[in-house]
């Protein structure tokens, strides 16, 4: 796992917050926090999304939005793009609301995950139970085979991320 911080510009980070975190950008309502193939009852259990880049499926193709996060592109060695993914979730009702352990996608990949603003929230991974606050311009890039949760702040009204999941050089 790698963690870098100060990820990209100051310039290029305003941009993305600009946008993402702005009223003019476009979410989708998922009933859930991860792909799971039942419904959960657990009203807590949503979030919206916007997909920048999907290989396959429903969202295939490239967002309107997808030049925003070539300065994040640019920081990681990618051959191949499998999906890019933004999350925001909305300020949970009491403290350390997971999301759910998973992994991203089945294939041998690599997922990265840019936290555009800073929260309470945090990721964590389910084997170490090591955690990474959200810092906005944060970069944490590990193998996608790593169980790991998103948790909602509780300082904030929103906690927005970029997840990447792609096969490196």
């Known amino acids: 796992m790698r963690i870098i911080d100060s990820a990209i510009s100051e310039i290029d980070l305003e941009t993305i917050q600009n946008l993402l975190l702005g009223i003019n950008f476009s979410w989708y309502f998922f009933s859930s926090t991860i792909n799971k193939h039942t419904i959960d009852d657990d009203i807590n259990d949503f979030q919206l999304c916007h997909s920048f880049y999907a290989k396959a499926g429903s969202m ?3 967002s309107e ?3 925003v996060i070539e300065p994040i592109l640019d920081k990681l060695k990618i051959r191949t793009l499998i999906r890019i993914k933004a999350n925001l979730r ?5 403290q350390d609301m997971i ?3 998973h992994t991203d996608t089945k294939l ?3 997922t990265a995950i ?3 603003n800073t929260n309470n929230g945090y ?10 606050k959200s810092v906005e311009n944060r970069l944490v890039i590990f193998p996608t085979e790593l169980e790991h949760c998103g948790v909602s702040c509780t300082d904030n009204k929103q906690r927005v991320v970029i997840n ?3 096969i490196k050089e």
């Open 114 to 116: 840019f936290y555009v």
């Open 60 to 62: 295939k193709g490239y």
């Open 65 to 67: 939005h997808f030049k």
């Open 90 to 94: 909305t300020v949970a009702p009491k």
């Open 108 to 110: 041998k990949s690599t």
């Open 164 to 166: 990447f999941n792609y």
């Open 123 to 132: 990721t964590i991974f389910k084997e170490s139970k090591k955690k990474v």
């Open 99 to 101: 999301a759910g352990w």
